[in-house]
């Protein structure tokens, strides 16, 4: 799918969206308001932590909103067995999409082979199930040569997203990574950004870079700013995010 922000609908847009609820100090109520911001806006999921699958899934069951979780967040460390685990049981709360973060230690080590397993067991699990799955690489710790590797292996496990960010690195997506993550897999495998893309003209500029998804906290005033621009009644000035989720 190739979207254009000269093209683009409200709606097509809204659903470029995962809002983001990711945030370690979220109560319960800060999700339920999060849910109902999502589904206001017809946005494409919410992400929340492992722990309020079910309660997303249960509030949002008579929306067009997905859930998506997390797994192996946000350092990516844990061993495959345990997220293994942890995505079996995301899917059984009711969890649609996953985002989960690759072991980047292991790959900033050479160990891509073992990176490989880990995607390709977690994809599996996903498929088998009905589940999609983002690969998260997080791309401040790492180089070039490191994403293209990294885009390789999830091409060769079938992942369904390659993912820029945790929102809990440095920095997040940039034009630029976003350009080389396109690059270096195929049509099959969609590109997400995440981490700092909280306005419209930033949002605009990843979509034009090539991605279908984006994680964010700023869904509400992107939508409506999305609405003023196409009216005319709101100028935009591209640039590159920057910042936390």
């Known amino acids: 799918m ?5 093209t683009i609908t409200h709606e097509q847009f809204a659903k470029t969206i995962d809002h983001s609820l990711l945030q370690p100090q979220l109560t319960e109520t800060d999700v339920a308001a999060g849910c109902k911001i999502a589904a206001q806006y017809h946005a494409a999921s919410v992400c929340v932590k492992p722990y309020h699958v079910k309660l997303a899934a249960e509030l949002l069951k008579d929306s067009d909103v997905v859930v998506s ?16 685990a942890e995505a079996g049981q995301a899917i059984d709360d009711g969890a649609v999409e996953l985002d989960m973060v690759i072991n980047y230690g292991q790959l900033r080590s050479g ?6 397993r880990e995607v390709k067991a977690i994809c599996d699990l996903a498929h088998a199930r009905n589940v999609k799955l983002k690969v998260i690489f997080e791309n401040a710790h790492l180089t070039d ?50 981490h700092g893309v909280r306005t419209l003209a930033a949002a ?8 279908t998804r984006i994680g964010a906290t700023a869904t509400a005033t ?24």
Not at 111 to 116: E, F, K, L, S
Not at 204 to 211: N, Q, T
Request: glycine fraction near 8%.
């Open 145 to 194: 040569e490191q994403k293209i590797a990294a885009c390789q292996l999830c091409e060769a496990a079938k992942a369904d997203w390659v993912k820029t960010s945790t929102g809990f690195a440095p920095t997040g997506a940039t034009v630029a990574d976003i350009k080389l993550m396109r690059a270096n897999v195929s049509e099959k495998v969609q590109v997400k950004a995440a």
């Open 111 to 116: 160990h891509t082979d073992y990176v490989a």
């Open 69 to 84: 979780t997390v797994v192996g967040f946000p350092h990516g460390s844990s061993t495959i067995e345990t997220k293994l």
């Open 204 to 211: 605009l500029e990843m979509i034009d870079a090539g991605v």
């Open 222 to 245: 992107m939508c409506d700013d999305f609405v003023k621009w196409r009216k005319g009644e709101l100028t935009i000035e591209r640039a590159e995010p920057a910042g936390g989720y």
């Open 2 to 6: 190739t979207l254009s922000s000269a």
